[in-house]
């Protein structure tokens, strides 16, 4: 039985479409219908259930699952040691990965990587906690950058702690604080970071047993950084994202300090591909460096 099957197979459930999958390999959709076809007869199982809405594992595909994911991937890992063993360092790499870190820190990282190891390919998936985390346990990231503590079954490495600053416009009244008190944040219009985001913020302020006044939530952290500047509320970022803030905005230390830890995390760090471990490393020991 061909593995690339079972790509294929893997790419129509990740994209929940034939005809996406089809587009992400490069192939028609009819060889990609083919394939699936293929290896339903060969394991004489319905694999997929076809509907208008997309396509999704049948109750038989989902036994399979995790043994076709572990084929694939251990398929990977024997060329990529073989290239190792012929004294190249090749493969893809896979990252989950969150805004401020795409956005702050990743383009650096990625360029110096790919410069010492231009025959490894990175591809990145962008998320919120809780999807990279998913991402991460169902085998579709490599691995990925989480927010400390992660999800229990996952092995976890800290890089970096981000604190957490209030944002108002730049002529609030609370401008003019040293710090942000939970007292001064209460009184006013809040606006959450939402799905997943809120995590931090929403521990400080359980932390000292308050609930804010939450009259926005969203989840683009450019959008909340415009509400604020517009006078709609006052809202909690990590550092990282107003590293290089617009004008009209006010950045103020909590009181007490709150912050985010930043760090990765997988299945496993040992049992990872060559190229996942080589990738793992140089992340690392940046940060280190910074």
């Avoid at 063993?85 to 110096?112: A, Y």
């Avoid at 950045?251 to 040992?270: D, E, N, Y």
Wanted: aromatic share 6%.
């Amino acid at each position: 039985m061909s593995l690339f099957k079972y790509e294929i197979l893997l790419k129509v459930v990740e994209t929940g479409s034939l005809t996406k999958a089809a587009e992400r390999l490069n192939l028609t959709q009819s060889a990609v219908s083919h394939a699936i076809a293929s290896l339903e007869g060969e394991l004489e199982l319905q694999l997929l259930h076809r509907e208008r809405s997309g396509v999704r594992l049948t109750q038989e595909g989902e036994r399979l699952w995790g043994y076709m994911q572990d084929m694939v991937h251990l398929q990977g890992k024997l060329l990529q040691e073989a290239d190792l063993i012929k004294g190249l360092e090749t493969g893809v790499v896979t990252i989950g990965t969150f805004t401020s870190v795409s956005m702050h820190w990743l383009p650096d990282i990625i360029k110096n990587f790919q410069d010492q190891y231009p025959l490894i390919d990175i591809k990145l998936r962008d998320g919120d906690y809780q999807e990279i985390e998913s991402w991460i346990a169902k085998g579709t990231v490599d691995f990925g950058f989480v927010n400390l503590p992660a999800a229990q079954g996952l092995e976890q490495i800290e890089l970096k702690q981000d604190q957490l600053l209030c944002i108002t416009p730049s002529n609030h009244k609370l401008s003019g604080e040293e710090y942000i008190t939970l007292d001064h944040i209460t009184e006013e219009p809040f606006i959450m970071p939402a799905k997943g985001c809120d995590t931090d913020v929403r521990k400080w302020f359980s932390s000292q047993r308050e609930t804010p006044n939450v009259r926005f939530e969203l989840e683009d952290d450019h959008a909340i950084i415009a509400m604020v500047r517009s006078g709609l509320g006052i809202s909690i970022l990590p550092g990282t994202i107003l590293a290089d803030c617009p004008s009209g905005i006010c950045v103020r230390p909590l009181a007490p300090k709150a912050h985010r830890t930043i760090g990765l995390a997988a299945l496993s760090f040992k049992k990872g591909s060559p190229a996942a471990a080589k990738a793992i490393s140089f992340i690392i020991e940046a940060f280190r460096s910074e």
